[in-house]
């Protein structure tokens, strides 16, 4: 069965200061994976899906099946980056499966 | 991007009550999703609603609990009934992204609390 772990419910780092944001997936198929976000007071949007390849916001996410891993990674932190990050893995084009999320703070 | 709005944004209700949660969107769809978010937990799955058929539900998820309608291609229900505190929650609706199957667009969720 696919499952999606994230380790860290909370994570704080400084401005400034790199960040990964971990996640581990298990799913016997071809995965697609993606980072969603939610910044206070509004709905889950996403971040990025590794199909796509791309750095949003400065954040980079590569997937790595032989560890069966999906990091979510930035340089330099920024305030505006404290959120809930969640990765999600994606069955048959369109069903989800989450993980439970980290609550990212970003101290000044 | 789809726009999706739901309703009742929160709301408190008596155990044993049942509440019907809307969602409406923007544009027509073919595939909506019902999650559920527990305190603590992650995004569930709890089923799939495709317009004209019934709706597919996962495993720990049954219709009588959990009745879904979905009478067009812009708009779903969700009831919960005979509430426990148990089903204390944010219920979401999601629908995919017609542009790309593999994105999915977000109600701001339902927060229920039964007391």
């Known amino acids: 069965a696919q499952r999606v772990t994230q380790p860290e419910k909370l994570l704080s780092v400084f401005k400034g200061a790199p960040v990964e944001l971990k996640c581990n997936y298990s799913?016997?198929?071809?995965?697609?994976l993606f980072w969603y976000v939610q910044y206070s007071r509004q709905r889950l949007q996403l971040l990025l899906r590794?199909?796509s390849r791309e750095s949003i916001k400065g954040f980079t996410a590569d997937l790595n099946k032989g560890e069966t891993s999906f990091h979510l990674k930035k340089p330099f932190a920024q305030e505006e980056d404290s959120a809930m990050y969640y990765c999600?893995?994606?069955?048959?084009?369109?069903?989800?499966?989450f993980g439970t999320g980290t609550s990212l703070t970003v101290i000044p | 991007s789809a726009v999706i709005s739901q309703k009742p944004s929160r709301d408190i209700c008596q155990r044993g009550t049942s509440l019907t949660i809307q969602c409406q969107v923007d544009?027509?769809?073919?595939?909506m999703f019902w999650y559920r978010q527990q305190p603590g937990q992650s995004l569930t799955l709890i089923a799939t609603?495709?317009?004209?058929?019934?709706?597919?539900?996962e495993s720990g998820f049954v219709i009588d609990k959990f009745p879904i309608s979905r009478p067009n291609l812009t708009f779903s229900t969700l009831t919960v009934s005979n509430m426990s505190p148990e089903d204390s929650s944010i219920y979401l609706c999601?629908?995919?992204?017609?542009?790309?199957?593999?994105?999915?667009?977000f109600g701001q969720g339902t927060r229920l609390t039964v007391v």
């Open positions: 999600a893995l994606s069955v048959f084009g369109n069903q989800f499966y």
């Open positions: 999601s629908v995919a992204s017609r542009k790309s199957n593999t994105e999915a667009f």
């Open positions: 609603a495709n317009q004209g058929s019934e709706a597919t539900y």
């Open positions: 799913y016997s198929g071809s995965p697609e």
């Open positions: 544009s027509q769809v073919t595939m």
């Open positions: 590794h199909i």
